[in-house]
């Protein structure tokens, strides 16, 4: 098989799936997959609609017009704000997308009703991570006027926290957002189809909350893609969290020093490394780079280090491991390590069982 390649196990995503499903589902909480840690790859979407998900979420109008175009037959939903230049796209291809500004939705609204369609939305709330998001004190004007636009449907609010700030989705975070839906549902007399409360760091909240509130939503990517809870990054139980497995292929084998030695100036990224004299290791290097893969998030499934990597070239100790030029080493992936080997166009993708 060519390599290096990203072996992916649909039916361990299908699993996954289909168990947050039910646990969701036990308190009434339906969920989006979100797709774009795998560039909305048609056959893992066509796995995951297998096992019940009727709803994919996608950052990119690119990647949701890529599983429409494969023929899936779910919701999409675009879960960052257009950009002005997409809108045309966004309203031929997303079913529904989440906004925070009003000069958007405005075009959304205008470029809709002249096409003759009503294009839902879904305003995110600011509840303290910083990244997208209204200020609560700022939502009832832009409420006011988002009802009063023909082109646009208002169908609910949302929310996302753990992702830039890293701030944790509380009960007491998820109490706010309730009160924020049921005030305005009150005062404008309207009914949210949807108040989506996070992402896959909401399973915490989640198994322990006695009450969901109005929230009735979520997002949910990395949970399903590596069955991790993105808090702690531990296992969910009853998940798999391999999935995914990187192979890449040792092309150098020599026992050499720990240290880089002559004058030391930066390195191919403009650092100045230090490392650490621990005598002569067997030092492997595969062919797999930053350009494929993000080095710091990835681990090896056999007891070697990973020292660095450089464009085109990982870099570990595989002392006393027995390896030989032209074997295979496979690797977890974390997310961030799965978001480059998706894009990368240099990694083969080797989809494994199911259709
Ligand atoms: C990426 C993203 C998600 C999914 O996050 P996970 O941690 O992968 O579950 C949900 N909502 C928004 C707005 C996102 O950008």
Request: glycine share 10%; with cysteine; hydrophobic share 45%.
């Amino acid at each position: 098989m060519p390599a290096p390649r990203i072996e992916i196990e649909l039916d361990k995503l299908a699993h996954n799936a289909r168990k947050l499903t039910a646990l969701y589902g036990s308190k009434g909480i339906c969920i989006t997959a979100v797709t774009k840690g795998v560039c909305g790859s048609p056959r893992i979407a066509n796995a995951l609609l297998n096992s019940g998900i009727r709803s994919f979420g996608d950052s990119r109008i690119a990647n949701i017009q890529k599983m429409r175009e494969a023929g899936l037959d779910a919701q999409f939903i675009l879960i960052r704000s257009p950009m002005p230049n997409e809108v045309e796209r966004v309203i031929e291809f997303a079913d529904v997308s989440l906004n925070t500004e009003i000069s958007i939705i405005r075009l959304l609204a205008r470029h809709a009703a002249k096409r003759g369609k009503i294009q839902p939305i879904i305003l995110m709330i600011e509840l303290g991570d910083l990244r997208e998001g209204i200020l609560p004190s700022d939502v009832e004007p832009m409420v006011a006027e988002v009802i009063g636009l023909r082109g646009v449907k208002l169908i609910g609010l949302g929310t996302n926290l753990a992702c830039f700030g890293g701030v944790r989705p509380t009960e007491a975070k998820m109490q706010e957002l309730s009160v924020i839906a049921g005030n305005l549902q009150q005062q404008f007399g309207i009914t949210f189809e949807i108040v989506s409360g996070g992402n896959s760091a909401n399973y915490q909240w989640f198994v322990s909350t006695p009450d969901v509130g109005l929230v009735n939503h979520l997002r949910i990517g990395e949970a399903i893609l590596l069955g991790c809870d993105t808090l702690t990054r531990e296992r969910i139980s009853g998940l798999y969290t391999d999935a995914f497995t990187l192979v890449a292929e040792v092309i150098e084998l020599k026992t050499k020093p720990s240290r880089p030695y002559g004058e030391i100036a930066q390195d191919a990224f403009g650092r100045v490394p230090v490392f650490e004299d621990k005598g002569n290791m067997e030092r492997a290097i595969l062919a797999l780079g930053r350009q494929d893969v993000d080095g710091s998030a990835i681990k090896p499934r056999i007891k070697a280090d990973v020292l660095g990597a450089s464009s085109d070239h990982l870099i570990l100790n595989v002392s006393g491991l027995g390896l030989q030029v032209g074997d295979e080493v496979q690797f977890d992936v974390g997310y961030s390590a799965l978001l480059r080997v998706m894009t990368s166009a240099y990694v083969e993708k080797v989809y494994l069982s199911q259709t």
